[in-house]
């Protein structure tokens, strides 16, 4: 294994599609921790976050001939994830739409209100919240951008649109979630 | 809750970067194993189970196709069968007419309620060269 550390996404990946096990455990273990705090911010919920990574590296390893190696395996892998966040979204309102009071007893954060009440007092908990409020399309880029922390290039490269559409989508994002959370927020938002 | 101590940047920003990082659970790697074995052992979608569903749908297509041109066809014969029976009711209808009035050439002009108005057009058949139009009585050269 420890050979195998030192190894790019690439080339772990291209010898995970040769049946190397030990590559691909490699690319799990060193992607999975990144990829389950991406969903759970993206999507307010750890559990599906945990659920949607599975299905993620489940998603690359079935797919896994369609990759072209262009040093963007990172991108590619969120980008799977991504796509899966917008289909389940999809479902979810089309849920939404025909049975509103089943999904209004059934919320998906599943949090006990005593521990919320705690929590929402603290800005982490509402900058939480707040971030699901935002439509997926600035949400994604926020996150990826403030939270996981990448270039605005390899931004664009998973959400699969221009840099300066990323940019321009991080900025109103934020706006957005400055609005949000100024309610909650003792001091200036500037 | 209290602002970020950083003022120099954007604040928001700051905050999200120092959203507490969620880790995938311990046992990640053995479920997404079990999966994956499980997707494995699932029987795939192969080629000839596709041929298999494709010829199905190619039958079941083709006897409906082959159900309704024989409704077609029936119905279609149904509706010569009933034209046919008309078309011999006329005729018949209509030898019957020229029939009685070959016997009988008289001609029903109407009615006031105390009187028929009647035609009869037989001593004119009687005659060899039968009835002429008025234009050729004329007494002109």
């Known amino acids: 294994m420890s050979t195998q550390t030192a190894l790019d996404d690439g080339t772990l990946f291209a010898r995970a599609r040769q049946g190397d096990a030990e590559a691909l455990t490699c690319l799990v273990d060193r992607h999975k921790d990144a990829l389950v ?21 489940l998603k690359l390893i079935e797919g896994s001939r369609n990759y072209v190696e262009q040093g963007q395996w990172r991108p590619y892998l969120y ?42 007092r603290e800005l982490g908990s509402v900058l939480a919240q707040c971030l699901q409020e935002l439509p997926l399309k600035y949400r994604l880029p926020v996150v990826l951008r403030d939270i996981e922390d990448w270039s605005y290039a390899e931004i664009a490269e998973s959400l699969d649109c221009k840099p300066g559409t990323v940019k321009s989508r ?21 | 809750m209290t602002q970020p101590e950083n003022q120099n940047s954007d604040p928001i920003r ?5 959203l507490p990082r969620v880790a995938a659970s311990e046992d990640f790697n053995k479920r997404l194993l079990d999966r994956a074995n499980a997707a494995e052992a699932r029987p795939s979608i192969t080629w000839p189970r596709l041929a298999a569903a494709a010829a199905f749908l190619a039958l079941a297509a083709g006897a409906v196709f082959v159900a309704r041109e024989q409704n077609q066809r029936l119905d279609y014969q149904r509706k010569r069968a009933a034209l046919e029976l008309r078309h011999d009711e006329l005729r018949r209808d209509l030898a019957a007419v020229r029939e009685r009035a070959v016997r009988s050439p008289r001609l029903y002009l109407g009615a006031s309620p105390d009187v028929d108005l009647v035609l009869d057009l037989e001593p004119w058949m009687a005659q060899p060269v039968g009835a002429q139009p008025a234009a050729y009585t004329t007494s002109r050269p």
């Not at chain 1, 991406?38 to 949607?52: K, N, P, V």
């Open chain 1, 79 to 120: 980008r799977i994830a991504t796509n899966l966040v917008r289909s389940q979204q999809r479902r979810e309102h089309r849920w939404r739409v025909l049975r509103p009071k089943f999904i209004a007893g059934n919320g998906t954060r599943a949090e006990a209100p005593q521990e919320a009440a705690v929590e929402r």
């Open chain 2, 14 to 18: 700051e905050a999200l970067r120092q």
């Open chain 1, 37 to 57: 705090n991406y969903l759970t911010r993206i999507s307010g919920c750890r559990d599906r976050a945990e659920d949607a990574a599975q299905d993620t590296f």
């Open chain 1, 170 to 190: 991080i900025f109103r994002g934020r706006e957005m979630l400055r609005q949000l959370v100024a309610p909650h927020w003792n001091g200036a938002l500037s």
